[in-house]
């Protein structure tokens, strides 16, 4: 399914400021979460994941000039967050910092999704990046050496988010305990701490390199090994080479999912290959040997007399291999029968004595139209 524009999912102009991005994600966001939307939560959800999306492109000044400039295919290699397979309930904290969506949502809907306590080791979050592969890729599996940008550790602060030489200090809103508590009537509500968002710490001499988040961008180099037989938008899983977890976790996944060069003769119809060839009248009617496109190179398909247009033959094995068991699919060969646009004096000639001589009978298709034309108009007479 074709994606979205960004400006659009968001509900903004292409001359949006950076804080009437985040406003707009916060309303959209809202918008479409889950818990406010019961009845129709996996609509809700996929809007959910797309907003945050969009938010990470526009969001960012790199990646929102090359959607600028180039569209969705300006954002290949740039290390995209792989949403999709992300739960809704993490989304969140992945812009906590910008949008305090902690605190935004726990607001709304109570405290489900917060953090309780000191928050421990979370895994890191996955990314996705895309491939583009050849037919002849596909037959045989292929290697493949992906370049891709990632939110990385800083080398400076070894991910402390501090400045060299110093450490974060504990938070005078919870005292370190990572949770406040505040009455309501008779009861007492505890809730994540807003100012440290259930850390216990803050950072009080923030990382210049890193400007404080402990995260900074790097490109990454990986080979990834492509089975043979894969489809357009199968995603190959590459472990470990996502986001790095918070706390100590380990890091997430990269997802590379396939996209298909188009053939300039070929086309993919599940595990089978297909080409369509013209041939002229004379081929048709009187057989012959013709060289067809195929993965191997040119491949020679007899083509009988009396051959019909848009008839299709088969070449056995010569498709694409199933990507599980490994069997290989057939080429499908259709045929289209061309008439001349131009004749010389003696083709003229030659083709009216063919005329005088023709046998409608000899003419399958033709023979049966006209027979159900002379029933139709027979019928519709009386």
Known sequence: MAKRDYYEVLGVGKNASAEEIKRAYRRMAMKHHPDKNPDNKAEAEAKFKECAEAYEVLNDTDKRQRYDQFGHEGLRGVGMRDYSHMKWQDIGSIFEDAVGFEDFFGDIFGSRGRRSGHAGPARGYDLETSVELSLSDIAKGVEKTIEFTRQDTCAECNGTACAKGTSPGICPSCKGSGQVASRGGFFQMVSTCPKCRGSGKIVTNPCKKCKGTGRVPKKRIVNIKIPAGVHEGQGIRVAGEGEPGRGGGPRGNLYCYVRIKPHEFLQRDGNNII???????????????????????????????????????????????????????????????????????KQRELLEEFAKTEDKSVYPQSQGFLDKLKKYFGNHSR
Do not use: C, M
């Open 275 to 345: 080409a369509v060839i013209p041939i002229s009248i004379t081929q048709a009617a009187l057989g012959t040997k013709v060289e067809v496109p195929s993965l191997n190179g040119a491949a020679q398909l007899k083509i009988p007399a009396g051959t019909q247009y848009g008839s299709v033959f088969r070449i056995k094995g010569q498709g694409l291999p199933d990507v599980r068991s490994g069997r290989s699919g057939d080429q499908l060969v259709q045929v289209i029968i061309e008439t001349p646009a131009k004749l010389n004096a």
